[in-house]
């Protein structure tokens, strides 16, 4: 061992811009497209203007379930200022709850809840309306069964009656626990509405894998390089074979790049403030010596680095796909559960063991190593 750490260290001398370079590759790359997905998601939501003249229970409740809309960007104003950055088209509308909404509410009044204004740049304007609308409508729901509710005691000669406050409660703890007319989308990984979240389209472990993948495989080239045909007979004259060589400093490079991992993680559920969870770390691990088998006994099928490459890339976009990082595959899986199998990514997201993979892997590394000691001999 001491002469292949001795060998790989005299080549990490004349090659560690290329080798710093790949190992933090993934986590430069998986940042830049995570904060310009951040980007491009804010400058595509509608800008309006909420203002709100009046604070009761009902009115702030209303301006939190419009400002969980991922389709608007909220701006709390005066009615004056709003009109005038809705003037300059800085705004696509503007929305006036008035004063007295509650009661309009409790009274069973449905017209003119909330005063709306657009302009002729207001393309969004008839969707934002309906968002509003829609949330507003549930109120106004609650109330009628309220309503109705205390007109039937009435009429049956009830004395215990609930109040307009206790049915209204009992109405949204029943829709938030029965789900009750109610489908929600969501992205993959995303966790609820009310909870922080930084990047709600696309998962930070989904991006990391398909750019850890690509570094494997370009960093797993220096096995096509050593083992090119014009370097094959110094071999014969070497201390160790080749496979017992490339063996070892596979490991080399696999306890390197769990460094690389585990600092990359670290930094990526700090910045993004994500969870690290006992079974995700070996996830991870497995993950990480999964693919690292596959970069390896890959790289020994093929003699010039350029199809390597190719051949890497494809199989990194068929990893991706396959396990779900880019179009979520859970409805998928619930009615196959075997396709979990196509892709050790898959296993990553979902923070299981890709035994299958490690499996199939283990037996063709013993078979490959097994077969180059008999050629040597």
Request: no cysteine; glycine share 4%; proline share 2%.
């Amino acid at each position: 061992m001491t002469i292949i750490v001795t060998t790989r260290l005299m080549r990490w001398k004349k090659e560690w811009k290329s080798l710093l370079y790949w190992l933090f590759f993934p986590l430069i790359m998986t940042y830049v497209v995570l904060q310009s997905v951040g980007a491009w998601q804010a400058e595509t939501k509608v800008p309006i203007a909420l203002v709100v003249e009046e604070e009761t229970e009902m009115v702030t409740h209303l301006v939190e379930e419009i400002a969980q809309s991922e389709l608007l960007l909220i701006h709390y104003m005066e009615f004056e200022e709003a009109l005038h950055k809705l003037e300059q088209h800085e705004l696509d509308s503007v929305f006036v709850i008035r004063e007295g909404y509650e009661d309009h509410i409790l009274a069973n009044r449905r017209n003119q809840l909330i005063e709306a204004y657009s302009s002729n740049r207001s393309f969004a304007y008839r969707t934002v309306v309906e968002i509003i609308a829609s949330i507003a409508q549930q109120d106004a729901a609650r109330s009628k069964a309220a309503f109705v509710i205390r007109q039937l005691y009435k009429e049956h000669g009830m004395e215990d009656e609930w109040s307009y406050s206790d049915i209204i409660v009992s109405s949204q703890e029943r829709q938030q626990n029965k789900a009750l007319l109610q489908t929600s989308f969501t992205f993959y990984a995303q966790t609820d509405a009310g909870e922080e979240q930084s990047v709600s389209s696309l998962s930070i472990k989904g991006v990391w894998s398909f750019f850890a993948l690509l570094m494997t495989f370009f960093l797993f080239d220096w096995i096509v390089k050593e083992n090119r045909p014009s370097l094959r007979p110094r071999w014969h004259f070497a201390q160790l074979p080749f496979k017992a060589y490339a063996f070892g400093t596979f490991w080399l490079y696999t306890g390197l790049l769990v460094i690389v991992d585990v600092t990359t993680v670290l930094l990526l559920s700090t910045f993004y403030k994500e969870s690290i969870t006992f079974m995700g770390i070996v996830s991870l691990l497995a993950f990480r010596l999964t693919i690292n088998l596959l970069a390896f006994l890959l790289a020994t099928v093929f003699t010039q680095s350029f199809f390597y490459y190719i051949s890497g890339t494809a199989v990194s976009l068929f990893l991706i796909v396959g396990g779900g990082a880019i179009i979520p595959l859970e409805g998928v899986t619930r009615k196959w559960p075997w396709v979990e199998l196509f892709s050790p990514v898959q296993a990553l997201l979902s923070e299981t063991i890709p035994a299958a993979w490690l499996i199939a892997l283990t037996v063709l590394l013993i078979l490959w190593f097994q077969k180059g000691r008999k050629s040597y001999a």
